[in-house]
């Protein structure tokens, strides 16, 4: 998407909302492609979502989500911008994490995390990990327990999100499976929340952002 086009998405919801005088005060570049594979769009976007001549949304309520492109999270922290980085995680190890999101082959988790780690250092800002919990997939306690040895010493954060259905493909974890995960976050020490789920009535959640007539995926082993 170009600039304008990711300019207009606010724009757009501003208007629907004009006659309730709301307007749109938090952003995320998610759910439309990888953010950092169009990375000049996305920073133009930033800049006039940002600016007290534009939009005037603060930065710190822009989030950008990525599957982590190494090289743009590099430039992106160089920028200055007090902009949120949030990484869309969902194993805790490369193995699992390989056959999930396969751009972990190009960049593994150990360069990925030390690029996290350098960001939070030269932004001064805590990162987010998005990590979508899939039941039977990443879900036990054992996989729990290899995230937070996998992200101790981080100043980062982790999003727990039930995955939502979609044909016979993940079914999301169960409600207790999910408590007893983000328990043994926060015991170590790292703050862990459950998000709740919302538009799984549009087929708009977590998991559902794909074209119906998708094929059917075999759901990968756990790791």
């Known amino acids: 998407m170009s600039c304008d ?10 208007q629907h909302l004009k ?17 950092f594979l169009n990375y000049e769009n996305v920073v133009c976007a930033i800049e006039i979502l940002n600016s007290e001549n534009y939009l005037n949304i603060g930065a710190r309520h822009i989030t950008i989500s990525t599957i982590g492109i190494i090289p743009r999270i590099h430039d992106f922290a160089r920028l200055g911008l007090q902009v ?12 699992l994490r390989n056959e999930l999101m396969p751009i972990n082959k190009k960049y593994p988790l150990s360069k990925l995390l030390e ?3 350098e960001f939070s250092k030269i932004t001064n800002k805590r990162v987010s990990f998005e990590y979508v919990l899939i039941k039977g997939i990443n879900t ?7 995230l937070t040895k996998l992200l101790t010493g981080l100043d980062a954060k982790v999003n727990l999100i039930p995955v939502s259905r979609f044909r016979n493909e993940f079914s999301p974890a169960l409600k207790l499976d999910m408590i007893l995960f983000r328990d043994i ?4 020490g790292l703050p862990a929340t459950i998000r709740r789920p919302r538009g799984a009535d549009i087929q708009a959640a977590c998991g559902q952002l794909r074209l119906r007539n998708l094929l059917e995926v075999k759901p990968p082993k756990p790791v």
Do not use: C
């Open 115 to 117: 690029t996290t780690d």
């Open 19 to 35: 006659n309730s005088k709301e307007k749109a005060t938090n952003v995320v570049f998610m759910g439309m492609g990888e953010p």
């Open 140 to 146: 036990d306690l054992i996989q729990a327990r290899k």
């Open 5 to 14: 086009e990711l300019v207009e998405q606010v724009l757009f919801v501003n």
């Open 84 to 95: 949120r980085l949030a990484i869309s995680l969902h194993a805790p190890n490369d193995n």
């Open 185 to 188: 976050l926060l015991k170590a």
